[in-house]
Structures are given as C-alpha cells and as structure tokens.
C-alpha cells in the first residue's frame, strides 16, 4: 500500500503578515510618543500625616544658614562642613549596615543643597529618609 502526501510543503515565507505588524507597530509609537509632555507642573510638597520612627537613626541637618550638623542616634548634633559629612556616615555606616539616614532640611534651604546629600547617599548606597513635618 502506498501512502501518499496530499499537501505539498512550500519553501516560500510570506512577508506579508510581518510587515503589517510592523506598521502597526511604527503607528503605536508614533501616536504613543506624542502623549510625553515635558514636566511642567509646580508641585507643592504634601505634609505628612503620621511620623515613623525606624532602627537607630543617623542624623544630617542643614539649617537655614546652610549650616550642616550630624548625629548618629542618641548623640547630639555637631556641626561640620560639607565635605566631613561622607567619611562621617561612611565611619557610621561601616559599624553598622542597617542604618537609615534622615535628612532634616529646613523649608528655605535650596534644593541642590538637598540634592548634594542625596547624592552622598545615592553613591555610597545608603538608606537615605527625608524627613517632613506633621499636620
């Protein structure tokens, strides 16, 4: 008994179905693309509604004189410059891994100056919290 193939096997791809993905594609991103506006809204930062308290707390505070002070838990704050405040809480940081950085700021303090501690934290990996006032 003789079997025979009733379809025949083409070596030809058809491209079709793949270039209409394409093009629908192309018009997703195209429509999707304009929708991005850059950020132009003025943001009022919220207050918060409750305080949390975390593990022993490392302390960063500028004043509104930029004036930098550091704490590490119960201490009190001594004033230092800018650029004492890394070996500080790297020092702090190597006693002890698990430790949170809060950052007091007062309200007329510029904020590059809070960006540049942030950016001390965001090098050496610390666990950074800014710190806001209750209702």
Known sequence: MALKQR?????????ASMTDVIFLLLIF?????TFVVP?????????????TQAKPITRVTIDKDINYYVANANETERQVSFEDITPFLQSV??????????????????YREIVR???????????????TRPN
């Open 7 to 15: 379809f025949t096997i083409e070596t030809n791809f058809s491209m």
């Open 29 to 33: 991103f195209m429509i999707t693309s």
């Open 39 to 51: 950020n132009s809204i003025q943001v009022l930062l919220p207050r918060s509604q409750q305080q």
């Open 93 to 110: 940081y190597s006693a002890d891994p698990s430790i949170f950085v809060a950052l007091y700021a007062d309200e007329t303090v510029p």
């Open 117 to 131: 501690v942030l950016d001390i934290a965001n090098q050496n990996q610390f666990k950074m919290v800014l710190m």
